[in-house]
């Protein structure tokens, strides 16, 4: 080779050098965040423990902030108003009789903790959303799941403002409504990675007088990475319109995806209508293909999810063997749920089973 010749540069190796870098600027920019929260959660102790020693403590209260307000913002710039000291209080107030899974203590060990013991993982900005939830376990459950897949901000808002945590509350017995508040979502089971329903209010067809089947496969594509935030940990898209062949007949799954952590295919077919007895059978039928002839010896039974506009639940019962682990029929919803509703509802649902088990002990 010439001196005047020049090898192009290996793309890959571009790419991985600007990884690295991109990696360590989210690292600091994360490690900076965090160091801001911690800092908040001392001046709101100190401002606490400041208006505690105040005579007329109302009063002596609002002069702290204005006063303390006026100094740090001639010392340190904007961001220092009486509202946001105001917030710093009210984060130190809830999070000084907080505690939170050891789960995720053990996780990030080298994460330093405030007197309690309390440690923080997210930026101020989610803690300012999660202290405005008022149900201890509620809130707990967002702080763990938005840990756990790294949710921005954005996401944490659009997932509490779909009423996650009631929903899978509404779909699961007592005991497990408890583990939500101490582990998160646990996917160990088909039925735990199944929702009921899924909001997919992102599709924006609330505005459409009507639409098809394939106008609804083309907004869930268009919207996949929300879809599959919708969907939960550990899925991956496998394809859309998938086709297999099967006594000479060809059949299409409208939407296959991976989930690792059941190490399984889900497969999803979508009905704009209601829900009718041979759509169990169809899937059924392409549950059984993919168990036969397209999973790995070592993978799980493949799960399969009919997404419907509308379900009668009897006929889902009746359809489906007594033992059935693999086939669910999930409605879709696209619009927010009521999130009044949905925690009425919960609340209503968890008294009952109270209920059942004051009546047990007293049954002869």
């Given amino acids: 080779m010439s001196k005047n010749e020049i090898t192009s540069i290996n793309q890959s190796f571009l790419e991985n050098v600007s990884e690295v870098l991109a990696q360590a ?46 100094y740090l913002n001639g010392k340190f710039g904007k961001g220092f108003s009486t509202t ?99 582990e998160g979502q646990k996917v160990e089971k088909a039925e735990e990675a199944v929702k009921d329903p899924y909001v997919l209010e992102f599709l924006g067809l609330k505005e459409l007088p009507e639409y098809s089947e394939s106008e609804l496969e083309n907004r869930i594509i268009d919207h996949l990475q929300q879809f599959l935030l919708e969907l939960g940990t550990g899925f991956a898209f496998i394809g859309r319109q998938v086709r297999f062949t099967f006594d000479e007949e060809h059949f299409m799954v409208d939407l296959v995806f991976y989930n690792r952590l059941l190490r399984c295919f889900v497969l999803f077919d979508l009905k704009i209508g209601e829900l009718k007895h041979q759509d169990i059978g169809q899937m059924q039928m392409y549950v059984h293909y993919y168990d036969r002839r397209v999973k790995l010896p070592d993978e799980n039974p493949t799960i399969g999810i009919i997404l419907c506009r509308d379900k009668n639940n009897a006929v889902v019962e009746m359809t489906l063997p007594e033992d059935n682990t693999q086939i669910f029929a999930s409605k879709y919803e696209t619009v927010l749920p009521s999130k009044e509703a949905l925690q009425k509802l919960l609340e209503e649902q968890l008294s009952d089973e109270n209920g059942s088990e004051d009546d047990d002990t007293y049954e002869i």
């Avoid at 803690?127 to 938005?146: G, P, V, W």
Wanted: hydrophobic share 35%; charged share 25%; glycine share 4%.
């Fill in 84 to 182: 946001n000291l105001k917030q710093m209080r009210q984060f130190y107030t809830v999070y000084s009789q907080d505690q939170i899974s050891q789960t995720l203590s053990d996780q990030f060990k080298n994460l330093p903790a405030v007197s309690t013991g309390r440690k923080f993982y997210l930026s101020w900005s989610h803690y300012l959303k999660l202290m405005r939830i008022d149900n201890i376990d509620e809130r707990h459950f967002y702080e763990i799941e938005s840990v756990k897949n790294d949710w921005s901000l954005a996401e944490l808002k659009r997932q509490y403002g779909s009423s996650l945590y009631e929903r899978l509350a509404l779909s699961t017995d007592k005991d497990k409504v408890y583990r939500l508040a101490l």
């Fill in 25 to 70: 600027r989210k690292n600091a920019k994360t490690a900076v965040n965090l160091a801001m929260v911690y800092a908040y959660y001392e001046i709101g102790r100190m401002i606490v423990e400041e208006e505690q020693n105040g005579q007329n403590r109302a009063a002596y209260g609002k002069q702290i902030l204005q006063e303390l307000s006026q």
